[in-house]
């Protein structure tokens, strides 16, 4: 009678099916995660690139004149 117990319990015992609910909500959001950075990489990158590019061509004005170096326009 005690092993016919035990299958009942098994049997309606419910914490197993939460964890597979967690298991599969888990692996839902780190593959949205995943496909938010496959899709955003390449966009991010030529941004970078173009920032990089506009940086590098600026030039720096002092007010009053001046090269940036210490250096005075008199």
């Given at each position: 009678?005690?092993?016919?117990?035990?299958?009942?319990?098994?049997?309606?015992?419910?914490?197993?099916?939460?964890?597979?609910?967690?298991?599969?909500?888990?692996?839902?959001?780190?593959?949205?995660?995943?496909?938010?950075?496959?899709?955003?990489?390449?966009?991010?990158?030529?941004?970078?690139?173009?920032?990089?590019?506009?940086?590098?061509?600026?030039?720096?004005?002092i007010p009053g004149g001046g090269d940036g170096l210490g250096v005075t326009g008199n």
């Open positions: 009678m005690k092993l016919f117990e035990m299958i009942k319990n098994f049997h309606n015992d419910e914490s197993g099916a939460v964890t597979v609910d967690w298991v599969v909500l888990t692996a839902a959001i780190v593959g949205l995660g995943i496909a938010v950075v496959a899709s955003v990489r390449t966009g991010v990158g030529t941004l970078g690139t173009n920032i990089s590019n506009s940086l590098g061509s600026a030039t720096v004005v």
